[in-house]
């Protein structure tokens, strides 16, 4: 069974400040993406990655970077939170190719 | 540019009663489409999916699909819903060219399923 872990479940944060939202992949999947939910906007892809090293801006990327350490690890970074980052951020994977996408659980994030 | 358009925010039925979800896609060339389903609280599981072939594909839990390259649609069916289906649903797509994929997804349609 294909997982995606996401660490934290959920993050309160203050304005201003560094958040890193971590996933894990054991599909070992090439691709890994990054989305965030919000009402009336469904899911908007922030980044992805083809393989370790490698990250690329997805369709909105302006105030997140990411980092893509090892096949299995995919973080999503705010390095000056704002309150509209306020949002359900999820990771998946997925084969290159055919693609179909194994989903986290989310991690629900505040900024204050 | 591929796009993804669901037109209905939420669809309200009565258990049993039949279902379809619409969707329409904008693409260069013909895409992979995907349906899937997002139950409270968690991430999003695939109902189905289609690449080629018989443009009606069978998912998951009764539910199917019909591809319709002639109106770029891509409708989610369900003969008889049960209380259990409501949830969200997301249609995405994801360009079969190029080697790289990039997947898009719809706005999601709101299922609520009365007793």
């Known amino acids: 069974e294909a997982a995606v872990t996401q660490s934290p479940r959920n993050k309160v944060a203050v304005t201003g400040g560094k958040v890193t939202l971590s996933c894990n992949q054991t599909?070992?999947?090439?691709?890994m993406y990054w989305y965030r939910q919000d009402t009336g906007h469904g899911l908007r892809l922030i980044h992805y990655s083809y393989g370790a090293g490698s990250t690329e801006k997805g369709d909105i990327p302006d105030g997140y970077k990411a980092s893509r350490p090892s096949q299995e690890n995919f973080s999503l970074i705010l390095e000056l939170a704002t309150p509209s980052q306020t949002s359900v951020y999820f990771c998946a994977s997925g084969e290159s190719g055919a693609e179909t996408l194994y989903f986290g659980s989310g991690t629900r994030l505040t900024v204050l | 540019a591929q796009s993804v358009t669901q037109p209905d925010a939420r669809v309200t039925v009565s258990e049993g009663a039949s279902l379809q979800l619409r969707c329409k896609y904008s693409s260069s060339v013909t895409p992979y489409l995907f349906w899937y389903v997002q139950y409270p609280r968690q991430g999003l599981q695939l109902l189905l999916k289609y690449y080629s072939g018989d443009p009606v594909v069978q998912g998951v839990n009764g539910f199917e699909a019909e591809f319709s390259k002639s109106n770029s649609s891509f409708h989610l069916r369900k003969a008889s819903v049960h209380w259990s289906d409501s949830a969200v649903y997301f249609c995405a797509v994801s360009l079969t060219s190029g080697g790289n994929y990039k997947p898009t997804f719809g706005k999601g349609t709101s299922l609520v399923v009365h007793p």
């Open positions: 599909n070992n999947h090439n691709n």
